[in-house]
């Protein structure tokens, strides 16, 4: 059974940093590249970071370039979103994605975490 966990949400102040984490089981976390999604309430779902399998391709939105960091330990099945500089147009919901069907981007990934709560004060 696959299960992706994220935690390290949590309510902070504009220009402060957070880092999220995922942890994968149930499926060969090395062989598989992932990706962060974020949703905000009343809005669609929007692709923030995606990282291959080994990590020599990284992808991220316009919005979190040069804010946001991709990464991963294939040898913990974990998978982390350093997120600085972090503004409150970054209120969402982020959710953790492995397997992608297509490009990075799109929003069809085999599997999906629950979930963790990003708030942003101004």
């Known amino acids: 059974q696959v299960q992706l966990v994220e935690s390290g949400g949590g309510l902070v102040q504009a220009g402060a940093s957070l880092r999220l984490s995922c942890a994968a089981s149930?499926?060969?976390?090395?062989?598989?590249?992932m990706g962060w999604f974020r949703q905000a309430p009343g809005k669609e779902r929007e692709f923030v970071a995606g990282i291959s399998s080994r990590s020599f391709t990284l992808k991220y939105a316009d919005s979190v370039k040069g804010r946001f960091a991709i990464s991963r330990n294939n040898a913990q099945n974990m998978m982390f979103l350093q997120m600085t500089s972090l503004k409150p147009e970054d209120t969402a919901t982020y959710y953790c994605?492995?397997?992608?069907?297509?490009?990075?981007?799109?929003?069809?990934?085999?599997?999906w975490g629950q979930g963790t709560q990003v708030t942003v004060s101004s």
């Open positions: 994605a492995a397997g992608p069907k297509g490009r990075f981007e799109s929003p069809s990934y085999d599997y």
């Open positions: 149930g499926l060969p976390f090395s062989s598989i590249s």
